[in-house]
């Protein structure tokens, strides 16, 4: 059986825990207990986990964060489960929600109707509504109905009611920081992570970072998630929900609803929120751009950096941005080939000139004035196609060029989480230079009278800015609770000041403009 | 060969664009007759690539996106059946 995983890393050492063994389609399968479902999936060779809805295309692991609906699969009965979230047990069963509709793929594939006709078929005479949707259902496979409904179901209600004075939603570095500094004051914090463990993105990065803050400084980024974890998960006035999502906000009631593991429902209210959900990946449209193969940066850092898989034998990487940079550093790392960096932008590429340098001391070539066209292969991706760029970046004719790969990585950077922003109501602009849709937030970080943002979601910069501005919120929150001590308006300062440094580099000056342009002296003044 | 904008709901770039031409040309109708942003991951990729489409169309400047309503993630039916009802 092929194993995709990597044993010798020069830096990280993989503790992998336990082997177990999953069961695709009955089929036995090797993982190890600290693995995700579609981690070990992959791991085992597979590529294609599912098929798509409509026209029933392979559809495999993509964003490795739980937040696209990808890899997409029935898990212990349990349809429609993110795999990529799922952590392993021994014994799971695993199904890739296939349907007949793998007979009738061709067919299928010619279905060319603009959406405004198809949402009217079958629908008139309404007899024909009932049998139609039953055999669509057949053929969709996103799940299945139960078989059989027991006719007396046991429902044991497990809904709690919480309350909470400081309610931080993110685990990334943004939040930890947040309730870090709130806790230390003597704040009641209760954090919410979606995933089973906090850390946010931190530990996926490898490399160490470079920047003033003495907290980061000289450390590589899955350590300073650890340290920051063991350091929370001492105090006692800290509660940590994990694998609890936060599917809703409520503003007449001033409550936050969360969904966590076993079907439990919590209501929770806070005095203050802090709101640190950090961003997704943005992806590029190209023919065939949905393949097996096709990566977010992110999720290629998540196989190799976490799980020590290989994505793959030879990657080809999309983006200029210092994501694109980074993660074919980690790739060389790993000792997998990089075919190349294909950039649209004119010149250079938009990253640090230091990590463009290193990438360029490996041998990887920097192909500027391109970008991709077309994915190749059926099932998964074998080679691409990439065209050259005129001056107004429109594709130049003829110029295409066909690149040795088997999978490509996506990293054209990220959008923010805002979803859960929006339901405070607050007032939204979208902003390209800082990601896209954010709130207007004032300078003690809130965006609505009891809540503040920070991380990823209020603008799209680097782990260390994040912890800052997390800082930061969770200090004003503090003072806000009237939890404030001595050392409060001097830690302000600090970090303000640490914030404002990082900041300070030619890179950041349209970022800065930009905050400059959302950010108000007094949020109460904006919103009524 | 398709190029898809959402992976959820296999909505592809000339779907978006036949809907524009249609006449459905502001983010919020286009949602309600493509579907995108309706799917599992409530628009995450799609709705950035859908306002790329929609302003290289339409020559207007996108900056609004369609309305967000909870629940903002998936969740199970038993979840939502074991709060209280009143």
């Known amino acids: ?528 | 060969m398709k190029k898809i904008v959402c992976r959820c709901h296999d909505i592809t770039e000339s779907d978006i664009e036949d809907a524009i031409d249609a006449g459905y040309d502001d983010i919020e109708t286009l949602k309600r007759i493509t579907g995108f942003t309706t799917g599992h991951c409530q628009g995450k990729t799609c709705l950035s690539l859908v306002m790329k489409i929609l302003e290289r169309k339409t020559g207007k400047k996108i900056d609004q996106a369609p309305r967000t309503r909870a629940p903002i993630d998936t969740l199970t039916l038993g979840s939502l059946a074991t709060g209280d009802h009143d």
Not at chain 1, 35 to 64: D, H, M, N, Q, W
Not at chain 1, 279 to 287: C, R, W
Not at chain 1, 391 to 401: A, D, F
């Open chain 1, 1 to 528: 059986m092929t194993d995709w995983r990597i044993y010798d890393h020069p830096i990280v050492e993989f503790d992998r825990g336990k082997e177990v063994t999953l069961y695709l389609d009955g089929k036995p399968i090797k993982a190890f207990d600290s693995e995700t479902v579609a981690a070990a999936l992959y791991a085992s060779g597979l590529r294609e986990f599912s098929k798509s809805i409509k026209y029933r295309r392979p559809r495999g692991f993509f964003c490795a964060i739980g937040r696209c609906s990808s890899c997409m699969m029935e898990v212990d009965g349990v349809p429609n489960v993110r795999t990529c979230v799922a952590p392993v047990k021994d014994g799971m069963k695993i199904r890739s929600q296939k349907t007949l509709a793998r007979f009738l793929n061709p067919i299928l594939n010619l279905m060319k109707l603009p959406p405004q006709k198809y949402m009217r078929m079958f629908t008139r005479p309404s007899i024909i509504y009932k049998p139609a949707m039953m055999v669509m259902r057949q053929l969709t496979g996103i799940g299945k109905p139960a078989e059989e409904i027991p006719e007396n179901m046991e429902i044991t209600p497990k809904s709690m009611e919480l309350e909470t004075e400081f309610l931080v939603i993110g685990g990334g570095p943004a939040g930890l920081m947040g309730a870090l500094e709130a806790a230390k004051r003597g704040v009641n914090v209760t954090i919410v992570d979606d995933k089973d463990m906090l850390g946010g993105q931190l530990v996926k990065q490898t490399h160490t970072f470079f920047s003033d803050i003495k907290y980061a400084a000289g450390k590589r980024g899955f350590n300073l998630g650890k340290t920051m974890v063991e350091e929370i998960k001492e105090m006692n006035n800290v509660k940590i929900l994990t694998n609890t999502t936060a599917v809703g906000y409520y503003p007449s009631e001033n409550r936050v609803l969360l969904v966590g593991p076993e079907e439990t429902s919590v209501k929770i209210k806070a005095e203050k929120y802090l709101i640190a959900t950090g961003a997704y990946e943005k992806n590029l449209v190209f023919e065939n751009n949905d393949l097996p193969g096709v990566y977010g940066a992110g999720g290629v850092q998540t196989l190799l950096n976490v799980y020590g898989i290989k994505p793959g034998n030879r990657g080809l990487i999309i983006g200029t941005g210092n994501v694109a940079l980074m993660v074919a550093y980690h790739l060389i790392q790993a000792g997998i080939e990089v075919a190349g960096i294909v950039a649209p932008s004119r010149r250079r590429v938009k990253g640090y000139h230091v990590h463009a340098a290193k990438i360029k001391r490996h041998g990887v070539p920097i192909i500027t004035r391109h970008t991709i066209k077309r994915a190749l292969g059926t099932n998964f991706v074998k080679d691409a196609i990439i065209v050259g760029l005129d001056e107004n970046y429109e594709e130049i004719e003829g110029s295409e060029k066909k690149i040795e790969c088997d999978f490509i990585c996506v990293g054209v950077g990220l959008s923010p989480a805002y979803d859960l922003v929006k339901l405070f109501n607050p007032e939204m602009k979208f902003i390209p230079n800082l990601g896209g849709f954010i709130p207007i937030r004032d300078k003690q970080y809130r965006f609505v009278e009891n809540a503040y943002i920070a991380g990823d979601v209020s603008s799209i910069e680097e782990a260390t800015t994040a912890m800052l501005e997390g800082s930061l919120a969770g200090l004003y929150a503090t003072k806000a609770l009237g939890k404030s001590d001595e050392s409060i308006d001097a830690k302000i300062a600090e970090y303000s000041h640490a914030l404002e440094e990082d900041r300070n580099s030619p890179f950041s000056t349209g970022l800065v403009k930009a905050m400059r342009e959302v950010t108000v002296e007094n949020i109460l003044e904006v919103i009524q």
